[in-house]
Each structure stands twice: as C-alpha cells, then as structure tokens.
C-alpha cells in the first residue's frame, strides 16, 4: 500500500502547461489546481498490491480513493453551496438528490471504484459521526455523504472492494491543501483515458470581474474515451496515434469531475457553472458515450457566507460576468483531463492487463504539425 | 435477533380494508399487496435487541432490512423497466441517476435506515457478485443497485448501523411471494408515521383495460408526518386525536414508496404511473415536510417483455387508460400508508420512546362521527 | 362582450369558507385571495357570445383571459423570483424553460384557452414592448412571458380562438388588487371541474414563523377531474353525487395553479414550495389525469430584495419554517379549487352543452351527513 | 419579401465539406442535410425589406421563417416519438413540456426570431386546425405545437414582428426534401454567429450497426458566440481571426438544434441522443453563455414504427450501437454551425449594422497553418 504522503508528490509526467499546451484564455491559479480555491483540501490513497492473473477478492490491487474537503471546518455543520449534474447517469455515484433539492453539501466528497462506493459511504458516515457526536441522539440524525465512482475493472480486482474504510479515514487525514498528486494515483490508479492511462487530473482558473475576483478549479477522475477520438486542445492526436497503435480493446468508462469555487453563487447558478464542465470533457473528444457514468459535483462557499453576499451573485449573474465563470468551468475540465493522462505513468494491472501513458513524445510531433509549440 | 421467517405471519393489528376503510374505487389484487404483482417476492429482517438509555454503537436496535426482488430470476442479467422520482430530496437513497438514465433495475431494492444505507448497498453488490461470476471479469463489470431509507433514531441505534450483510443475505435468501408481513417489521421496525408507529405496508390493485388486465402493487416504508394532519380516507382523524392526545415532539422523517407492476410500460410511462404515489400520500395528510426524503422506486416486467409488447403500452397511453394505472398507484399508496400504521404495533425503543400504536378503537370512534362504516 | 370592470363583483356562488368548510388549519388573509400578497394585481376580461351551435370560428364564445401582475412596478425592469413545475406536461403552458434556469419571471402572467395561448403571448409581448421602448432597441431584445391555459372546447368555440390582443390588454389595464371574482369569469368562463362548472378560485394564508410574517397566494384556473373523484375537504362527494347524476360524458381537462408569495424565498425555494400545490389539487380527488396539463407557476418577491434578505430565506429553510409554506400552499390550492367550482354559476355553450354548477344544497347535505358543520 | 422556393438554391458561400473540413469520422448522407432522414422535409421563408435607420414596426426587416415536417403526413393525426433538451434555457422556444411528458410531437416544427414565437405558433394552431377539422368539435381540442427561436434584433426590425401567418404557411407550402437552402435564410436571416453573419446550417450523419443502418440529420438556427472562440474542426480560427479584425461588440445569442432520425429509439433514447449535440456546440467554441438560449428539438419515426420495432430500440442500447447514434449527433452539429457560417453572405441590416461573413481567404490560411488541407 502506498500513499500520496508516503510518497510525496511525484512529478511523473508533465502537466499539459509545463509543454506549452495552453487550454482556453482565462489565467490559472498559482497551483493550477483544486485546491486554489480557498480552504479546500485533498488527500488521496493510492491501493497497488500484486500482479499476474486476478484471483478475484484477492488482486491484484490497482484502485485508491480521493477526497475533496471543502473547507477546514466541520463541512456537516458549516454546509456548503451545491449542485450535481448528470451529463450521463450510467453511474453508481451516490448523494445526488438530496444536493439537487436542498442545493449544499454536508460531508467531504470521497472518489472511488464502482463497487466500492458502499463500503466508502459508510465510511464517511462514520466519519461525519464522529466529528458529530451529537448526529443521531438529538432526533433525528442523519448524513448525505457524498460518493462518485468510475470502473477500473481494466486494471483491478474491482470484485475486492479493497478500499476500506480505514484508507478513507487515511485519505482524509493527510488531506491538505499542497499541490495535488496527479495520474495514477488514488482513485484513479487503475482508471484509463481515451485507452491511455488516465486518472486524477486538476487545474484552476483566475476570474476577474466587477464584482470581485473568483477561483474556479476542477479535479477530475478521467475513465473515459476510445483511443481515436483524443483531443489535445483541439488537435485529433488520438486519430494519429491510433493510426500507429491499434486501439486497446474495451473502452466504456466514466468521469467525475469535482468542481470548487470561491464565487458566492447560489445552487441554481452553481449548477449552471457546473454544466459548462461538459463543454471541457467534449473538447477533449468525449462523445459522452452510452455507459460513461458522467458526474458533476459542484461546491461553493458555506450556505452562511453565500447568503451574505446575495447581491454580488445577482449582480454577476445580471451582468453576464457569469459567462467567466462558465469559460472557467470549461477551461478547467479540459485541462485537467489532459493533466490526469499527462501526468499518468504506465500501469500494468490484474492479467497483465497495460495502460500506456500518452507517448509525450508522439503527442509533441503531432501537436507541432498542427502548428502547436510544445516542448518537453 | 427476530426474523419475519422465524417468527411467521404476526396479525397484530388490522389491515384498512379488514375493518371497513376501502381506498379508492379499483378491487384490490388477492393479497392486496405488492406481491400480487407476478414474480415479485419481498424478505424482511427485523431487528430488535436491547432496551433502556442509548448507548451509541451497542443499542437498543430497534430496525431491519425489507427487501424487493422484481422477478424470480436473475435480475442483473434480465433487467426490470424501471423509474424513480424523487418527490422531496432530502434522502438519502442511491441507484437513482442510472435508473432515470437508463429506464431499468438491474439489482433487487432494499430498504433500511438511513445510517446503514452504505452498508446494505455494499451486501447487494456482494449478492450480485455472488449470482454473477462473470462480472467484473469480463471487463467492464459494474451493477447499480438500489437502496431507500428512512430515519429510525427515535426508536433505533442508529449510529450503529446494526444491519449488517448476513441480515441482507438473509432477507434475501427468505424472500417469497407470500403475505407480506406489515407494521413494525424490516426496515420499518423503527420508524414513526404521523407520530404514530409505522413502518412496512402494502396494497394493490387490478385495473382491467381494453388492452388487458394489469395489477399494480405498492409497498411503503413510513415515516413522516405530524400528528394533527393525518386523514384516514378524507376523515380529521390527526385533528381530533391530537385533541386529546398531544403532538409526540419530533416529527421530521420520510417516506419510500416501492410500485410493481405488470403492465408492459416503457420506463417514461411507468414515471408518470409512479409520480401518481404522491397523490395517495397527499391524501394521507402529508404536506411533503422539507426534511422529509420522499422517494418512489418502480418497476415493471422485464425489458425483453415490454419490449415484445411494445404496442399494447403505446395504446394504454393514447386511450388514456393508463389513467386507471394512475388510480391504482394513488390508491395503493394512501392503503399502503394506513396498512402500515394499522399493522404496527406499539414500540418502545432507545431512551424509552414509546411511539404508540394508531388506537383502533378512538379511530373506528371518529371515522362513524364522519359518517363512515368501520367494525373493529 | 364582458369584463369584470364592467359588472363589477358577481357574488354568483358562495365561497368554501362562507359556508364552513374551512381548508387545513393556517388563517387566510384578509380577502382570502391570491391579492393578500402585496403588490399583486388580478384583472380578467370575459367573452360570452351567441348560442346555439357551433360554427368553427363565429362562435358560440365562452372564454376568457385573466391576467396576473406579481407587482405593480414594470415587471419587465424589476424581475421577480420564480419557479414552475410540471405535475402533467400535457399542456401548452409557455415561458416555463427560462423560468427554470434563471429562476425569475420578467412578464405578467397570463390564463387563457388553449388554441389561444400564441394570440396572448404576442399580446404579453407587445405589452412588455410599449412599456420598454428601448427593448430591441439596444441589442439584444427579448421578454420572456408566461402564458397558461385550459382547454376550454366543451363549452367554447376554441377554434375561433376569440381572445384578441385587445382583451389581453383590457385585463392588463383593469387588473387591481380589490377581490378577484371568482367562477365562469376571465379564462375561467368555459372551463369545468369534476365534471361541473370550474373556472377561477383562489385562497390566501398568512404564515408565521419565527423569521417573520409571510401571505401565500394561489389563483387557479380549473379545468379536471371525473364527478366520481370529487372530494370536499375529504368527503366523497362526487361518488354520492354521481350515484345521482351521472357522469356528464368528456372529462379530460387541466389545471393551472399560479401562487404567490411575499416570502423572500431564492427560486429553488420557491420550486419547493409550489410542489406543494400538488398536495392540495390532489386532495380535492385529482389523479392527475393522463390528458391533464398540470402546471404550477410561482412567483414571489423582486430579485432585488430577495438578495436583500437572503439570510431570512436561509433560516426559513434551515429551522424548517419553510414547512409551514409548504402547508399554505397545499391549502390554498385546495381551496383556490373549491372556490372556483363553489363561485361559478351553471353555463350553457356551444351546442346546447351544459355545466351545471355544483349544487350546492345536496353537497351540504352529503357533507352533514358526513359529520360536518356547512350552512347555506 | 424572398423566399427560398422564389429564388431557388442559392449557392453562396461553401459547405464545409467542400472545401476539406471535414468534420468526425462518420459519412454523411446523400445530400449532408436533415432532409436525408426519410420523409423530413423543410420550407424557409425568408424576409429582406429596407434599410436604413431602425424604425421600430416599420423595419428595416432581416427575419423569417423555416419550417420543419417530421414526415410527409399528417403529423397531427400520426405522431412522432420526440425529445427536447434544454441545454441553457434563456429562452422562449414552446411546446417543450408535453414534449418531455408524452414523448411525441404532434406539428410541424418552426423557428422564428424571439419576439415573433406568439404569431409562428398561433399559425401553426391554424394550420393544425385546417389540417385536422375535427379538432376542437370532438372535444377535447388541442394540439402542441412547437417553435424555436433566436434574437435577430442587431440586423432586424425585431419589434416589428413582421413573420405573419401568411409566410409561416408559405413555409409549410413550399416544404420540399430538395436540398436545403443554408446561411443567411428562412429564421436565419438575421442571425449571427461568432460575431461574423450564421443563420441556417445542416448536415447528416450514416451510421450502421448490427441493428441496422441509419440517418442522423440536424438543422441548426445559430446565433451565439463571441469571434475570439471561434473553433474550426478544432483550429482555434476564432483567436487569429479576433487579433486582425477586432470583436464587432454585441454577442449574446442562442442557437436552436434540431434532430431527425429514422432510427427507431423510444424518447427516452431520443432524448440521450440528442444531449449529445450539446459536445458539436461546444467544439465550434461555445461556452453555452449565459444570455443564450440553447434548445434540442429532436425527432424520430412515428409512435406506431417504434411500438413496432421496440425490440430493435433495446438491442441500439444494450449492444451500446447507440453510441454511434451520439457520434452522429456531435458530428452533425458540429458541421451544421460551421455549415451556418460557411453558407452565409455578408448582410447589412438595421442601422447600418453589418454582419460579415466568415472570410474564407483567412480562414484557409489559418487552418493551413494548423495543417489543415482547405481548398477554397
């Protein structure tokens, strides 16, 4: 078993901005990242155990999870603006209706594989219980904990349910608010992208407007695509690779993309920012396919907060600066799906079954007869 | 530890229609419950241990598992046409995205409190591992199943999720299409209906077309209400008890409303059929409270079958028969509600919290002061 | 051609409450009506012409149109709070789609027949157009208005689709905040309910929570529901009266409910509450029938000072307050219906096609006989 | 006053596909319009009167109308299994709501510019009701029918309304399934589209499965965007463009898409099809901006061919073959705007405002540059 705080960060890859690959127009925050937006924190478990032949319930192991905090504080007590968006619904997350009627979030958002999504909300109930002594004996008690999932079948013994819940307990206590691990890592150890190695990929936007100035991030776990369709900031890469290395069999897949921000919109104007994450995930070549579980979930600040600045979220929505926040949200998907494969190192899984990492070098000559500077 | 197999049939109280209290205008099916719907088989687990002041994590256990097979086969393989509605979020159920994205059912339903709801959907994705090898193996493997809940903490431990998997298994493997059992049993052991017992309950109802004959059969698990508001067939009877016997305190709570039927609709068709559950809810004296997680889970026969039968559902609806299919929801929802308080008997639970039975006889007393028939 | 202007108040019928029955347990406002909420205007032109049979185009005409205005300002300029909801979508109900995602209404609200619903909107438009001559003007120009309607062929002439730009602008310029009639008036003339003669009721509730004082309004336009299925505050008086009249042929039909409300509610709030009124149309004996356009449009205060007072709104929700809105609006629904069949005189249209009105001697009867207190 | 059936095909610019940009990996239809699906036809009227300063109800006038027929019948009388998304609702398209609820369309579809939607659909009420005497005289009466629209008001006399019941019939009447007329027509001729001249585009996609072959078409109406985004087949031409002629001030926007296929998918299929013309919008450079009104209207065989053939309709989806249908749709969409643009002359309106087209010269050089082969 091995960490992110085990390992520290491990800059295996490039992310797309260190090449040159410069996704839409709005500027990034200083991390790039998630955890740009004020007070939010990630922790991820990355689960790598055994190889050869899967002995199902045993390994080998290529799974994780990934938490997403939304603030320091007790999230159960101080709730969060919410909105969930189901761009397609062949997906097992959990906590989706109760953000869409009451439009907050109450616990931490924890990523996973897809039948390990029970074992993972129970425990975040556990977890939410503990903070909250009280949950439960002054009538009545009860959590929405929130849970997205994507299969990783390819790679994992995913009949194991290995997350348990002491990795979810793990993966909230080194949570923080330092650059986030990317690739194969936590939830996305044993995910794939367009047939590469995909992932957990971030990236952040900078939005100025007269009201103020907004943080957008995203952070995806990438699981999607078929090989030919790649986009990489609009140059058909996967069409050229495809060409050369045949497609890799079984595609299907799912995306979750988490997004975050300081602006204090409502839930129905969140909703609407958190929308325009499917115009990322198309331009990346995403046609959304039949049995992609595609999630958004998306936080702002606390309930408290947001309705104490009730007009700037009407004056940025009257005004259209809105739009910003919309090119950030898409600006944000986009990037940080290439930033999960990017940063993604080749995994060999369960029957020996291998993700290449997107070749840096053929993507490089390809993006540079589209007339695209990239350097490694 | 007390099982609806080890303990059999229990008659503790009367059902609606035993004492004269007929919903609605259609004839109910023979056992005017959901598993009059052919192949339907429900198993319940209850569990009742210990007694005095609450001791988070130990007791007193006053809660179970109710569970739904839609056919007698293998559900994942030969998936159900299905729809959900949610009629108040603030539940925590899951299943819910793929099955309005998808139109079907690919696992049994369970329904338990709100804390194990983790727990019990990680026992029916071990249940569909078990009845499918394959899955997970044959890459991609992924199963959506479903899982409703209702808050039992005034009378249940239910920090600690005391249903465990072998209590799922269990219901599962005790499932029959015999009379369901009704009241305080399964999941419905611990919960509280307009500050009264509640818990499981079941009507049904055959509706006769020009297309065919069709059986439509619901099973509740309650939860919700204040005192004042209940109405027994349009009848104060909440006002004039809580005359004399004061409101209880904490009301809050939630409602799941599980519809079966046989009538071949295709998932859009069975959603509206399904949001009619609402109106006998309505009519019980429900105002939807806003912590109330109010859910409608429905299924109909399998998609092969709809599909064989596809112009008999296009008639039902552009005759407008489906209206009688909307009767029957309505109607089975309100004699499902009033099954389920009028089956249950009194409970005394954690900390000493009594919910009391509906008393028979000061009903009976109120229904005749409103003209209405009622032998007790 | 006549206008509620012209006649003045038509005490035609007796309203619910005049005769004791009193719907649910929060006290109306002082006239009992959709007005009770500040600023909120109603006026209703109605169109009663010719008899005999129907010639396609020339008559005979009962129908209507009735305006509502959510404040007395330029709607267009100080846009209002709002939410819709589709209980059956088998309507033509317009404007509901920009509702839904900005969460505001920019336009009068307008009720008319069915066939006439484009005639109104270009009315609505032209109206927005004289009142804001710089719309279009400065690019882009656009009003967003909101038309409901019933079908109202049984009676009427639909065909001739006899609402003119003219009489839109008539109600416009007659809408005041004095008593709204009630019955066969505006577009409510040719309209019928449970069989009888329907058309326009409406009912107020004040509220008060902890945050402060609270009026909801609703106005409906009725037009549903089978003689059989009727109910009067939950005694079956249509299956007593149908025993003795029977059915009167065609039922089909439709609902329009319009609430209002002062209360400060965002616009995902304000949906919460107008799903109530599902609540309310249900206990009257709805099922919401097949060929039912069933809509709620709701409205409450500007924009402008829902921002204001967004903190109110958050701890109306949060102490569950928000409950007691839920209740009003359940409540005035139901007895917005009753009124509206109570209020409406007997009406002889097209082809010697007669609604009788609800005879209001055998329903105290049947109510007596019920154990409830109605004096005539 | 012109229209398209007067002056006949008018090839202005250049489709896409003629000049090299060739968009996806699926083969268009015989003709690369949504008249390739079976029976579809369409008719445009296209209305070009005066110039000069705005004199608001006089003109100048840059509008019209263009009219889609599901099939060569009587639409009314033989409905089509239909779908609708909302992808960004600032808009005043109507019809949608029973679209969503019963899954079919009932009339021919038409778009307009925004403020004339009132008069488009009361004369399609009008020409229903020619069409279908009976109703309204065999009650119930009623017919929904379906507009979209778009905000022409930066050419266009918008106040002015000048599409009159006359030219919508004009449309119906010259309807043919001769190749369709694109750019600067029917409701497009007013249009703008990333701030250069759009209006009217189409293309068609062929996708054969197991289950058989089939046509996806969409007929795009587009109006949205701002110059710097402008994405052609993935070439930012938008930002190269933008930096030698600046942006021409005004955006805003909408765009309306609308889908035909002969492939035989119940509405809830439809439906999943359809959302993914939102990833073709989005790969043009759309960030589905605020002020924009973003509608699918979408449309398959008749009610009686997929109750027929429902068996087909699964297959599509378990064997996952459906995602070629979503291929088409992205594919579609994305060649139908830039065909919009491609197509459209230079068009001088209201107060001298000007609409250039898209400079072709520039646009081959800068998608050369991007390694593209364009030929002009």
């Known amino acids: 078993m091995r960490s992110g705080l085990e390992e520290g960060y491990r800059n295996v890859g490039r992310r797309a901005r260190d090449i040159g690959i410069m996704i839409g127009r709005l500027p990034p925050g200083p991390s790039n990242s998630l955890v740009d937006v004020p ?67 109450e616990s931490p958002i924890a990523l996973t594989n897809t039948l390990n999504v029970g074992l993972v909300m129970d425990a975040l109930v556990e977890y939410t219980l503990r903070q909250n002594p009280e949950l439960g004996l002054s009538v009545p008690g009860s959590v929405n904990v929130v849970v997205g999932e994507c299969n990783d079948s390819y790679l994992n013994d995913i009949r194991g349910r290995h997350v348990k819940a002491q990795h979810v307990e793990r993966a909230l206590s080194v ?67 495809a060409a050369v290395e045949p497609e890799a069999g079984e595609a299907g897949g799912s995306i979750v993309m988490v997004l975050g921000t300081d602006a204090p919109l409502s839930s ?9 994450c499917t115009v990322g995930l198309a331009r990346t070549g995403s046609v959304v396919g039949h049995s992609s579980g595609d999630f958004v979930l998306a936080f702002g600040p606390t309930l408290t907060q947001v309705a104490a600045t009730a007009e700037e979220a009407m004056d940025v929505e009257r005004s259209g600066h809105i739009d910003s926040l919309f090119r950030a949200a898409a600006e944000c998907t986009e990037e940080a799906i290439l930033n999960s494969m990017l940063m993604a190192e080749t995994t060999i899984g369960r029957d020996g079954h291998v993700r290449e990492a997107l070749p840096l070098d053929r993507l490089a000559e390809t993006m540079r007869r589209h007339g695209r500077q990239v350097q490694l």
């Not at 922790?43 to 939304?70: A, C, H, N, S």
């Not at 890592?185 to 907004?214: D, H």
């Not at 030919?228 to 058909?236: E, F, H």
């Open 268 to 276: 129905r104007q969140l909703g609407r920012v958190a929308s325009r």
């Open 175 to 241: 949570a923080s608010a330092d650059q986030v691990e990317e690739g194969a890592v936590g939830a996305g150890t044993g995910t794939s992208c367009f047939e590469f190695k995909g992932g957990i990929g971030t990236a952040s936007r900078l939005v100025v407007s007269e009201s103020g100035g907004y943080t957008v991030g995203v952070l995806v776990l990438s699981n999607f695509g078929r090989r030919a369709d790649l986009l990489v900031d609009g140059v058909p890469v996967g069409r050229e690779l």
């Open 39 to 105: 007070g939010v924190r990630v922790g991820q478990v990355t689960l790598i155990e055994g190889e050869g032949p899967l002995r199902p319930g045993q390994g080998p192991v290529r799974t994780g999870v990934t938490v997403i905090l939304p603030h320091a504080g007790n999230v159960f007590r101080d709730k969060v603006v919410a909105a969930a968006r189901v761009v397609n619904g062949y997906g097992k997350s959990v906590g989706l209706a109760q953000i869409s009627k009451l439009g907050s979030i």
